[in-house]
């Protein structure tokens, strides 16, 4: 089975600043998914970033950036110039890409955000 | 486009009690996943409904039970509540290789 581990309960960044959320995950499938989803105290589950094991290329959206690592089974997440409005809860979370279909996310526990003007 | 919504967003049962929770998925999706989030945990898949009949399913006990609607709207079933029930309720809809989350059903159970 699938586990994903981020092994950071909590982290601090000042606004302007760059931060780096990291996550590992174990498998023993060559082709899968991995995601940041960010988590504001709405609740809501949102999208952060997209990466897809077979790219070689980093994921980037803006001011979010991953480093994936796939022989480390690593991949995190730079968040850069960071905003206020960045704080909340970030989880990583894998899929495998067999089968059709979407198939089950399988997150980690989640990193708390703190972000100070 | 509203997204995915979810409902009640918030409930509170007794132990023993039945509970039923809403969800329907963002315009366009047709496979509808439910998640439970404890309290300073990440979201634990319970299963998945794909045309009307469950597709995937999480290491929940048989107390934990679903439905898919003709138009993919679901539900979300539990009997027997237990203290431990008491979490956050995700409903998730998908098309392709990405899931688009509703803001959840807090429930708690006393």
């Known amino acids: 089975a699938q586990t994903v581990t981020q092994s950071q309960p909590e982290m601090s960044v000042q606004e302007a600043e760059t931060v780096t959320l990291s996550c590992t995950y174990d498998?023993?499938?060559?082709?899968?998914?991995l995601f940041w989803y960010k988590q504001p105290p709405s609740r809501q589950m949102i999208l952060v970033i997209r990466?897809?094991?077979?790219?070689?290329q980093n994921a980037t959206e803006n001011r979010f950036s991953v480093n994936f690592q796939k022989a480390a089974k690593s991949f995190s997440l730079k968040i850069s110039d960071s905003q206020l409005g960045d704080a909340a809860m970030y989880f990583c979370?894998?899929?495998?890409?067999?089968?059709?279909?979407?198939?089950?996310?399988?997150f980690g526990t989640g990193t708390r955000l703190l972000v100070s003007p | 486009d509203a997204g995915v919504t979810q409902s009640p967003t918030h409930l509170i049962k007794t132990r023993g009690q039945q509970v039923t929770l809403r969800c329907s998925p963002k315009s366009g999706h047709d496979t509808v996943s439910w998640y439970q989030q404890a309290l300073g945990q990440g979201p634990q898949f319970i299963f998945q409904?794909?045309?009307?009949?469950?597709?995937q399913r999480g290491n929940f006990p048989d107390r934990f039970s679903g439905h898919q609607f003709p138009n993919y709207s679901s539900e979300l079933n539990v009997n027997a509540l237990l203290l431990g029930d008491s979490a956050l309720y995700l409903c998730?809809?998908?098309?392709?290789?990405?899931?688009?989350f509703g803001q959840g059903t807090r429930l708690t159970v006393v």
């Open positions: 979370a894998y899929k495998t890409s067999e089968n059709t279909g979407f198939q089950k996310l399988v």
């Open positions: 498998t023993s499938e060559s082709d899968y998914y």
């Open positions: 998730a809809s998908s098309f392709e290789q990405e899931a688009f």
């Open positions: 409904y794909y045309e009307e009949e469950e597709r």
């Open positions: 990466q897809e094991a077979y790219k070689q």
